[in-house]
């Protein structure tokens, strides 16, 4: 199965896993019977896992149940029905797909983009329904007593899909085309297992769920892995990704995309009555066996529609599933019908609308940016672009490779993406738009800083500039890594102060910053003497430092924060850790031969040490320590996975705490997995732990190992 979904819910006061068919191990009398059982197993687990994401049974025992029951169904074909899920996949892929005339039109929503849009949808909807409406200016809001009810729901970023069932079974799938047409999708859509095949309970005799086909982040992840390792093309958001995978002839394909569906709309229903409301509808939905997203809300007025938005907006980018927007919709269904439709859109409903996280914009052109350690970047120079919520000129293209690997020249038109607070990145090149002067990318030989010779290694993927601190960029760079808050913690040491104090030739190595006095900062653009004399004190202060944040202040290549806490831990002192040489760099925790001879490299430079020497004749100090006990982490060379929310840790409080003692957290469970250590909504994690044998630990447990092996040390 793939991996854990979050987001659908159950149905009101409704199964959960403790109400599955009874697990009965005796196995039925007759193969009719077994088969019988089996499928009613078989979905349920499937909808445990795919609707509600709560799995109860390790794959591996779901694997045998389903292999159990196609061998009774190629054994007795006559027990073979077209709901068993082995018949999720069949038939030969098609020609071509057929048209289907929507029996009640697919509608398209209204947007709105702003707190005024919000407010005059209210408006709107209140005056449509005869409530009293103060004659206000903008963003006065309704009193309680007026305010007219709305459901809250996202807007999936995927495609729309109407699913006809017909006495409780799936008859028919359709795009919505234009709204009017669309086309027939329905061997793809079989293949889709959050989708039933066959509706729970008590069924009406046509019931037509509209929703939104789409893919998780994380199963988008996989896929393009995976299409990328096949030579295949791979995908550029998981919209693309989940259209590409219906739009596919051929079933088999499809049935390959881990596609995934959210239910929000109704189209024709015959044999009962329609819900009251829209939030009961999408109760009735769940009930039917229907994923529906747990993200919902029932709120009154524009007020509670904006606060809505907002609690939404704040955790998007946590989201599993790429969502552009929110939508409402006028709870109650006879509201609904007395507000009706104009044109295409109803008037009862809204979609507002997130700031697009991907936008096309041109390359202007590519330059290259000095790293701390000599990488030189290729970096994209863009139109402006607002994009993610703020306004995008740079977007950086990694390396060399990745520039020939997007093909982005000059001149381009490119898809720009910013989500959260990550990096804006080129996603993919509108090749169509490339003008006919547009040029690729040359990696120069030369450092555009200090004009040294730009090596690539051949097993690197990054080019570098050889200058090292000859080269200003170098340097400042070092300087800013040294200032960090991580690092030596200066507080106000920041790249505009260090631009200067390089570029007027005032400081070449951190050791220099020790000699810095208030009329020489204050002499700098943009200093005061207020701002100089704070800068003088913090590099003052930053003398009294620890041991780990000096090493990792150095900026040794692959010496990271965690390494340089591993490095004071095991030698204690500086002087054996520059003593030491690569077997002993060994011994160290997590430290392997490349960073070894990094670090060794980096004290066998007379320069390097010289600065050191410097900084302490500064004053720059720690605790000196004694070197860690010579005996063993008393978890060393224990594996444990973390799964799930914890009570009172956070995942990386826990990790901290592991590897303290010397343990290794990893990623994903296997045989060589010691523990796992699952809090509140483990999923697949658990289940393979479960599977594989593999011991599993709550908090409690966990801290009793920690004690336990506090003891033997
Ligand atoms: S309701 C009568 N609800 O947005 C209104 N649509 O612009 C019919 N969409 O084609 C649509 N999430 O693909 C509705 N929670 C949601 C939605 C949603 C995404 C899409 C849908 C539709 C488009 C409308």
Same mark, same amino acid.
């Given at each position: 199965?793939?991996?854990?979904?979050?987001?659908?819910?159950?149905?009101?006061g409704?199964?959960?896993?403790?109400?599955?068919?009874?697990?009965?191990?005796?196995?039925? !009398?007759?193969?009719?019977?077994?088969?019988? *059982?089996?499928?009613?197993?078989?979905?349920?687990?499937?909808?445990?896992?795919?609707?509600?994401?709560?799995?109860?049974?390790?794959?591996?025992?779901?694997d045998?149940?389903?292999?159990?029951?196609?061998?009774?169904?190629?054994?007795?074909? $006559?027990?073979?029905t077209?709901? !068993?899920?082995?018949?999720?996949v @069949?038939?030969?892929? =098609?020609?071509?797909?057929?048209?289907?005339?929507?029996?009640?039109?697919?509608?398209?929503?209204?947007?709105?983009?702003?707190?005024?849009?919000?407010v005059?949808?209210?408006?709107?909807?209140?005056?449509?329904?005869?409530?009293?409406v103060?004659?206000?200016?903008?963003?006065?809001l309704? !009193?309680?007593?007026?305010?007219?009810?709305?459901a809250c729901?996202?807007?999936?970023?995927? =495609?729309?899909? !109407?699913?006809?069932?017909?006495n409780?079974?799936?008859?028919?799938?359709?795009?919505?085309?234009?709204?009017?047409t669309g086309?027939?999708?329905? /061997?793809?859509?079989?293949?889709?297992?959050?989708?039933?095949?066959?509706?729970?309970?008590?069924?009406?005799?046509?019931?037509?769920?509209?929703g939104?086909?789409?893919?998780?982040?994380?199963?988008f992840?996989?896929?393009?892995?995976?299409q990328?390792?096949?030579?295949?093309?791979? %995908?550029?958001?998981?919209?693309?990704?989940a259209?590409?995978?219906?739009?596919?002839?051929?079933?088999?394909?499809?049935?390959?995309?881990?596609l995934?569906?959210?239910?929000?709309?109704?189209?024709?229903?015959?044999?009962?009555?329609?819900?009251?409301?829209?939030?009961?509808?999408?109760?009735? %939905?769940?009930?039917?066996?229907?994923?529906? #997203?747990a993200?919902?809300?029932?709120?009154?007025?524009?007020?509670?529609?904006?606060?809505?938005?907002?609690?939404?907006?704040?955790?998007?980018?946590?989201l599993p599933?790429?969502?552009?927007?929110?939508?409402?919709?006028v709870?109650a269904?006879?509201?609904?019908?007395?507000?009706?439709?104009?044109?295409?859109?109803?008037?009862?409903?809204?979609?507002?609308?997130?700031?697009?996280?991907?936008?096309t914009?041109v390359?202007?052109?590519?330059?290259?940016?000095?790293?701390?350690?000599g990488?030189?970047?290729?970096?994209?120079?863009?139109?402006?672009?607002?994009?993610?919520?703020?306004?995008?000129?740079?977007?950086?293209?990694?390396?060399?490779?990745?520039?020939?690997?997007?093909?982005?020249?000059?001149?381009?038109?490119?898809?720009?993406?910013?989500?959260?607070?990550?990096i804006?990145?080129?996603v993919?090149?509108?090749?169509?738009?490339?003008?006919?002067?547009?040029?690729?990318?040359?990696?120069?030989?030369? #450092?555009?800083?200090?004009?040294?010779?730009?090596?690539?290694?051949?097993?690197?993927a990054?080019?570098? #500039?050889?200058?090292?601190?000859? #080269?200003? /960029?170098?340097?400042?760079?070092?300087? =800013?890594?040294?200032?960090?808050?991580?690092?030596m913690?200066?507080?106000?040491?920041?790249?505009?102060?260090?631009?200067?104090?390089?570029?007027?030739?005032?400081?070449?190595?951190?050791a220099?910053?020790?000699?810095?006095?208030?009329?020489?900062?204050?002499?700098?653009?943009?200093?005061?003497?207020?701002?100089?004399?704070?800068?003088v004190?913090?590099?003052?202060a930053?003398?009294?430092?620890?041991?780990?944040?000096?090493? %990792?202040?150095?900026g040794?290549?692959?010496?990271?924060?965690?390494?340089?806490?591993?490095?004071?831990?095991? %030698?204690?002192?500086?002087?054996?850790?520059?003593?030491?040489? $690569?077997?002993?760099?060994?011994?160290?925790?997590?430290?392997?031969?490349?960073?070894?001879?990094?670090?060794?490299?980096f004290?066998?430079? @007379?320069?390097?040490?010289?600065?050191? $020497?410097? =900084?302490?004749? /500064?004053?720059v100090? *720690?605790?000196?320590?004694?070197?860690?006990?010579?005996?063993?982490?008393?978890?060393?060379?224990?594996?444990?996975?973390?799964?799930g929310?914890?009570?009172?840790?956070?995942?990386?409080?826990?990790?901290?705490?592991?590897?303290?003692?010397? /343990?290794?957290?990893?990623?994903?469970?296997?045989?060589?997995?010691?523990?796992?250590?699952?809090? $509140?909504?483990?999923?697949?994690?658990?289940?393979?732990?479960?599977?594989?044998?593999?011991?599993?630990?709550?908090?409690?447990?966990?801290?009793?190992?920690?004690?336990?092996?506090?003891?033997?040390?």
């Open positions: 199965m793939p991996s854990k979904k979050i987001g659908a819910q159950p149905p009101a409704a199964p959960g896993a403790a109400a599955r068919p009874e697990a009965s191990a005796d196995k039925p !009398s007759t193969p009719a019977a077994r088969a019988d *059982w089996l499928r009613e197993q078989i979905e349920h687990h499937n909808y445990l896992y795919y609707v509600l994401d709560t799995p109860s049974i390790p794959d591996a025992e779901y045998a149940m389903f292999r159990e029951l196609q061998q009774l169904e190629a054994e007795h074909p $006559e027990l073979l077209p709901e !068993s899920p082995t018949q999720r @069949g038939g030969q892929p =098609l020609t071509a797909f057929a048209t289907v005339r929507h029996r009640m039109p697919m509608l398209s929503l209204n947007n709105g983009f702003d707190d005024d849009d919000v005059a949808f209210d408006r709107r909807c209140a005056q449509g329904l005869g409530r009293a103060p004659a206000g200016g903008e963003h006065d309704f !009193s309680a007593a007026d305010a007219v009810e709305y729901e996202l807007k999936f970023d995927g =495609l729309a899909m !109407s699913l006809r069932y017909e409780g079974r799936l008859v028919q799938a359709a795009t919505r085309g234009d709204g009017e086309e027939d999708v329905t /061997a793809n859509v079989r293949t889709i297992k959050a989708i039933p095949l066959k509706l729970k309970g008590r069924a009406p005799a046509v019931i037509e769920i509209r939104e086909v789409f893919m998780y982040r994380r199963d992840d996989r896929l393009n892995a995976r990328a390792e096949a030579g295949e093309k791979t %995908f550029v958001n998981p919209r693309n990704a259209a590409g995978s219906l739009r596919q002839l051929d079933p088999r394909i499809t049935a390959r995309r881990p995934s569906f959210f239910a929000y709309g109704l189209g024709e229903l015959d044999g009962e009555p329609r819900p009251p409301t829209h939030a009961a509808l999408l109760d009735r %939905f769940a009930e039917l066996g229907m994923p529906v #997203c993200e919902r809300d029932v709120v009154k007025g524009a007020q509670g529609l904006l606060d809505f938005y907002r609690s939404v907006g704040a955790k998007r980018d946590s599933y790429d969502i552009d927007g929110v939508v409402y919709k709870n269904a006879d509201e609904q019908e007395r507000l009706g439709f104009v044109s295409r859109a109803p008037r009862f409903a809204l979609a507002h609308k997130f700031p697009a996280q991907e936008m914009t390359v202007e052109d590519i330059e290259v940016q000095v790293g701390r350690t990488a030189i970047t290729p970096v994209a120079r863009l139109a402006p672009v607002f994009v993610g919520g703020v306004t995008v000129t740079n977007a950086t293209l990694h390396n060399e490779d990745e520039v020939r690997r997007k093909d982005v020249h000059i001149g381009d038109t490119v898809i720009v993406r910013r989500a959260g607070d990550v804006p990145e080129v993919s090149v509108v090749l169509e738009r490339r003008p006919a002067g547009a040029r690729a990318f040359v990696m120069p030989r030369q #450092c555009p800083v200090c004009g040294s010779h730009v090596e690539r290694l051949p097993d690197e990054v080019a570098r #500039c050889t200058g090292g601190l000859i #080269c200003a /960029a170098q340097r400042k760079q070092a300087l =800013l890594h040294f200032a960090q808050r991580r690092a913690d200066i507080e106000g040491l920041g790249d505009k102060v260090v631009d200067q104090l390089v570029e007027q030739g005032i400081v070449r190595t951190p220099d910053l020790y000699k810095l006095g208030v009329a020489k900062l204050a002499a700098l653009d943009r200093m005061a003497d207020k701002s100089a004399g704070n800068l004190a913090a590099i003052n930053s003398r009294q430092t620890t041991l780990a944040r000096f090493i %990792f202040a150095l040794i290549r692959h010496v990271g924060e965690a390494t340089a806490k591993d490095l004071a831990r095991h %030698f204690g002192k500086l002087d054996a850790l520059m003593a030491a040489d $690569e077997a002993a760099l060994l011994q160290v925790n997590d430290v392997g031969p490349v960073v070894a001879r990094s670090i060794a490299n004290f066998a430079e @007379g320069h390097n040490v010289e600065v050191i $020497e410097q =900084l302490r004749a /500064a004053g100090q *720690w605790p000196e320590t004694e070197p860690a006990a010579r005996a063993p982490a008393p978890l060393a060379g224990k594996t444990f996975v973390l799964t929310t914890l009570p009172t840790l956070s995942r990386e409080e826990a990790k901290e705490m592991l590897e303290a003692a010397g /343990a290794k957290v990893a990623g994903s469970v296997s045989k060589k997995t010691d523990y796992v250590v699952a809090g $509140e909504e483990a999923g697949s994690k658990l289940a393979k732990a479960l599977e594989l044998g593999v011991p599993v630990l709550d908090e409690d447990g966990m801290r009793e190992i920690l004690a336990g092996s506090d003891m033997n040390r």
